[in-house]
């Protein structure tokens, strides 16, 4: 995620247009801003501002930001892939739907909101602050994009809890909450070794513990509306993880090669 500027926008803004449904969105600059004009949360063309750019390869999107504090994903994106590889060109993430204004999957709506849908697994130390009396977003970070510290904590916490160490192996003081992700390693990787005489390979005689944070990754999951903080449990920010589902049909969705989503079996 970045800034709309001339080194972070990819995409073609020199008057392009795109067709889709009837509907023809146009992409230009004027003032130094990156706009385009598409149908909005009404239905009627209108102008809008290009704040932020989001991702690079192999496609990028655009973020319009709301009065009310709301950042929205445009569906229409462009392939920044070579030109020889068929990229270099706007398409629709929904090519083979016609996404109205009132329906879930439009740009404007819930399920293409940075805020709620987005935010936390693409920036750093991202505080939503939802307004649910007057359904405002004032939404915040420390870094626009996601760093290290993101998710395992603060950095400094880490050097200086390894500092206090004599090793790096796991004996003296290892449980600490206080040092970021430390939290995380209070289950070991207890195991006893031997050599198997046939093989001259050693072999586990114990299986080893599963350490919560490897298995415990938040992103791609859904969503609920209190905030995460490092070192506490997944269960407590979300729900059951799930794939993504296509919210009419209940199809599986994925993205292939050719960034065309498409149902598949698992």
């Excluded at 390979?201 to 905030?227: G, I, K």
């Excluded at 449990?233 to 065309?260: K, M, S, Y």
Aim: with cysteine; proline share 5%; charged share 30%.
């Amino acid at each position: 995620m970045a800034h709309a500027d001339d080194k972070s926008v990819l995409g073609d803004f020199a008057d392009a247009s795109f067709d889709n449904y009837g509907v023809r969105s146009r992409f230009f600059r004027r003032d130094g801003k990156f706009l385009v004009e598409t149908d909005g949360p009404d239905g009627k063309l209108a102008t809008f501002e290009v704040k932020y750019t989001f991702g690079l390869d192999p496609l990028q999107q655009y973020l319009i930001e709301f009065p009310d504090g709301r950042l929205q994903a445009l569906s229409i994106a462009w392939d920044s892939r070579p030109k020889h590889q068929g990229g270099q060109r706007w398409f629709h993430l929904y090519p083979n739907e016609e996404i109205k204004h009132d329906d879930v999957l439009h740009w404007t709506k819930l399920n293409q909101n940075w805020n709620f849908m987005c935010a936390e697994c693409h920036s750093t130390d991202v505080r939503k602050n939802y307004d649910a009396v007057n359904d405002r977003y004032a939404t915040r970070f420390s870094e626009i994009s996601v760093g290290c510290e993101a998710c395992h904590g603060q950095g400094s916490r880490h050097v200086a809890w390894a500092r206090e160490q004599s090793s790096w192996w796991p004996f003296g003081k290892w449980d600490d909450p206080t040092k970021g992700l430390a939290e995380h390693f209070s289950e070991r990787r207890d195991a006893a070794w031997s050599i198997n005489p046939a093989t001259g390979n050693a072999v586990r005689s114990s299986a080893p513990r599963t350490l919560r944070a490897e298995v415990e990754s938040w992103c791609r999951t859904r969503e609920m509306d209190f905030e995460w903080r490092e070192g506490g449990r997944l269960r407590t920010r979300h729900a059951r993880p799930a794939v993504a589902r296509h919210p009419r049909t209940g199809e599986t969705v994925w993205f292939n090669q050719a960034n065309v989503p498409g149902p598949e079996s698992i």
